[in-house]
């Protein structure tokens, strides 16, 4: 008995990792800047999907770090920056944003990820829109 629940155990974490969704998703996003006459609509990938994550019956006995949940996060990523038009001298006219090459599920990292659940609920231009952007990475 022992020997079956410990393989149905090890078959369910693997499948558990098999099973995660996580991968560049397509994205679009708008960037404007009070100073600046026209806000930019940038295509982008980001990181988006399901993880396994399992509850703990004792949280009451672990550290608090012990009771992170996987998120999909990045594995890799770039950064790309674009000249937003239409900016007086004085503004530094560039914006740059992460775009993702490959996913995983793990803890999210502050350091370059935004860790909240909730979605933007102001992602749309004010603003007229350029039709042409020109973008390098860096």
Not at 34 to 44: G, H, P, Q, V
């Amino acid at each position: 008995m022992t020997a079956i629940y410990l393989m149905s155990m090890l078959f369910g974490l693997a499948c558990g990792q098999v099973m995660s969704f996580c991968f560049p998703t397509e994205y679009t996003m708008h960037v404007e800047r009070k100073e600046c006459a026209y806000c930019l609509t940038i295509n982008t990938t980001i990181c988006a999907g399901y993880c396994m994550t399992r509850d703990i019956n004792g949280k009451l006995f672990l550290p608090k770090y012990a009771l992170s949940q996987d998120v999909c996060t990045y594995r890799d990523f770039m950064y790309k920056t674009v000249e937003i038009p239409g900016c007086p001298r004085h503004v530094t006219p560039y914006f740059s944003y992460p775009v993702a090459i490959s996913c995983k599920c793990g803890k999210c990292n502050t350091d370059y990820s935004d860790c909240i659940h909730e979605a933007i609920k102001t992602n749309y231009c004010t603003k007229p829109q350029k039709s042409y952007v020109v973008g390098f990475s860096i």
